[in-house]
Structures are given as structure tokens and as C-alpha cells.
């Protein structure tokens, strides 16, 4: 009945197909339980990636993983006038709208992410182009330049997968200082602007699968900072959890935001715990 009822709801609002919504709900039970061989240090990533066959997959997250902050956060730190920026993020946060939607919708991760970005691109549409302007120098500024010569070094094909949004992150990766990327020869796995609620609900898994097919992962090497791509690293040949000691979560606004309001919301957060993945105060 649930589930029925998430799809009715889905269907209704997003105009997507019943099996679009039936390869997402395996998401909402996810076990953040992660098996601990998948852990890896930095040194033991890089040697596993340049290890990768040539006729495999080095499947690569980009969020403080090849890019060593939050696109999702920096792009949300594009909004002009900041201020504005700053009330439209601080209201969305407060009213908390995903909360009215059924699971698995109503996730901080799912729909929270989705919701910002769309608010703040609607009300402020310049933003996408000042955006536009600032990821060439973010990219050169954040990529993980050991992660990025490691890829260089590998034959294996490149694919670059996010639950980021394709309008956010694409800007972004195609200047980032890497030869098989300046060439064009790589892929990216993403979520869409106005379905992205769909998208982030999906597992990586599902989303990388849709793209490539399972054998083409099972062979692959994958490499993400994300206890959440858990299902993705279990199906891959060569799984690397690894957190990148250079990586920093960076909130969109901060240097704006008041500190009692950053008090706030921290507190907010401990009160309710909700998973970290995305955007958090």
C-alpha cells in the first residue's frame, strides 16, 4: 500500500512512469552498516585505480571525492544578492516542505538538496550563469590532483557518477584539470533539474547500472568518500571507501550566515540526526 502510494504520488506530481518509480524505492532501506574491506586508505585508492584494466570502469564520485568540496554548496553560494540568497536558503530550511511528502520523498537527502537548488535557480535565475563563471577556476582550485593523476595513469575509462544535479555539476567537471576530461573522454552519471527528486531517491547503483549495465560494474573500480553508495561498491570488482584528508564540506553562505543562526541550526541537526549527505546546515 506504501509503496503504491509513493508511485500514485510520484506519477502525479513528476509526470514519470510507474517503472521509474519502482527501480527507486530500494533506496529508502539502505543499511548504512558498511563493510569495513571496503575501506581503503588514499595510497591503497591511487594504486587501485591506476591498477584498473583498460577495457574496465573507474566509476569516481565527485564531491569531496575528485572535487574536494560540495558543488551543490558552492553553487548555492552563487546566489546574488547574497543576502536574498542567504533567506531563500535559511526559509526552506525552516518550513522544511519534503516533510509533507511521503518516503521515500520526505528524506533530508532526497528531496532537501533537490528543493534548495530549484528555489533558489527559480527565484534567481542568473545565478546558473555567475556560476557558469566561478566553477572553471573551483574546478582547478579543488580537484583532487592525486586522485586526478592517478586517473590519468589508468587506461580504464573514466565516469564520473554524483547525486549531484547534470546543470550543476556539468559546468564544473568539464574544466577540471584532467587530460582524459579536456579530451572529452568521460562519462557523467547525474541527476536531471526538475525529475531530480526521483534521481536522488535512486541508488547510485541503479543509476550507473541504467547507463552502463550490471557487467560493466561489476568490473569496475569505484572510488567514493559516501557510506550511502554502499550498494554501488558491493557490486564493484574493486571497492574504494576513502575519505580524502583535503575534502571539506563547506556550506553554502557561511561567511554570511550569523552565528547564532549557525548555532541554531547545528543544534537543530543534533536534535533530529538525519543523513549528512548533500546539503547541511
Known sequence: MIDYFIRLVAVQLFFVSDTEIRIMLPFSSV???????????TNETLASVKATSKD??????????????????????????????????????????????????????????????????????WTWFVWRSRAKDLAKTYCNMPLADAVEASEASLVIATRGFSWVVNPLIRHLPITSVEDGE?????????????????????????????????????VTDSAIDQQLLAAANT???????????????????????????????QETPESDEGITP
Open 31 to 41: 543499511n548504512l552498516e558498511m563493510d569495513e574491506s571496503f575501506q581503503k586508505s
Open 56 to 125: 574496465s570502469f573507474v566509476i569516481v564520485d565527485l564531491d569531496e571525492t575528485l572535487f574536494l568540496r560540495n558543488s551543490s554548496q558552492a553553487y548555492l553560494n552563487c546566489a546574488y544578492p547574497r543576502i536574498v540568497g542567504l533567506i531563500l536558503l535559511l526559509a526552506v530550511k525552516a518550513t522544511k516542505p519534503w516533510r509533507c511528502l511521503p518516503a521515500p520523498f520526505n528524506q533530508n537527502s532526497v528531496f532537501r538538496d533537490w528543493c534548495l537548488i530549484v528555489t533558489v535557480t527559480v527565484v534567481l535565475p
Open 186 to 222: 568521460y562519462e557523467v552519471v547525474a541527476c536531471r533539474f526538475w525529475l531530480g527528486v526521483l534521481d536522488r531517491a535512486k541508488s547510485k547503483l541503479s543509476m550507473v547500472q541504467a547507463k552502463f549495465g550490471e557487467s560493466a560494474v561489476a568490473s569496475s573500480t569505484v
Open 239 to 269: 571497492p574504494c571507501l576513502t575519505i580524502w584528508p583535503e575534502a571539506a564540506f563547506i556550506p553554502a553562505m557561511s561567511d554570511i550566515t550569523p552565528p547564532f543562526v549557525q548555532r541554531l541550526l547545528r543544534r537543530k541537526k
